[in-house]
Nanobody, 116 residues
Framework: VQLQASGGGFVQAGGSLRLSCVAS????????IGWYRQVSGKQRELVAAITNGGHTNVVESVRGRFTISRDNAANTVYLQMNSLKPEDTGVYYCNTLSMAGYPDSWGQGTQVTVSS
C-alpha cells in the first residue's frame, strides 16, 4: 500500500473535516489520485479526483461542498469537506485510479461519521 488516508472523525451535520492522503513520490507524481467513499453494505465509489497536473473533478452529490487539492512538496492530497451531511458518512480511502482495481492496493481508510 503506497497511499495512506487520515483525518476522519465524528462531526455534526453542517460541520467540516479535512482528510489527508500521503503518497510515496512515485505514486504521487505518476497518476491521478482519487478519494473514494464506502458506505456499509455498498460498493466503494469515487467522489473526487485530481490529476498530476492539478485538474480536479468531484461527483455531483458533493459538488460545492468538497474540494480536492494537492501539495506537491508534501506528496499529499487533501479532501476538504464542508457542509457535511449524514449521507456523507462512510469510510474514505485514497488510491490512484490505475491501482483501484487491485484489492491489495487499498489501505485502511479513515472513518467519517456525520450525525444529524
Amino acid at each position: 500500500v503506497q497511499l495512506q488516508a487520515s483525518g476522519g472523525g465524528f462531526v455534526q451535520a453542517g460541520g467540516s473535516l479535512r482528510l489527508s492522503c500521503v503518497a510515496s513520490e512515485a505514486y504521487f507524481n505518476r497518476d491521478t489520485i482519487g478519494w473514494y467513499r464506502q458506505v456499509s453494505g455498498k460498493q466503494r465509489e469515487l467522489v473526487a479526483a485530481i490529476t498530476n497536473g492539478g485538474h480536479t473533478n468531484v461527483v455531483e452529490s458533493v459538488r460545492g461542498r468538497f474540494t480536492i487539492s494537492r501539495d506537491n512538496a508534501a506528496n499529499t492530497v487533501y479532501l476538504q469537506m464542508n457542509s457535511l451531511k449524514p449521507e456523507d458518512t462512510g469510510v474514505y480511502y485514497c488510491n490512484t485510479l490505475s491501482m483501484a482495481g487491485y484489492p491489495d492496493s487499498w489501505g485502511q481508510g479513515t472513518q467519517v461519521t456525520v450525525s444529524s
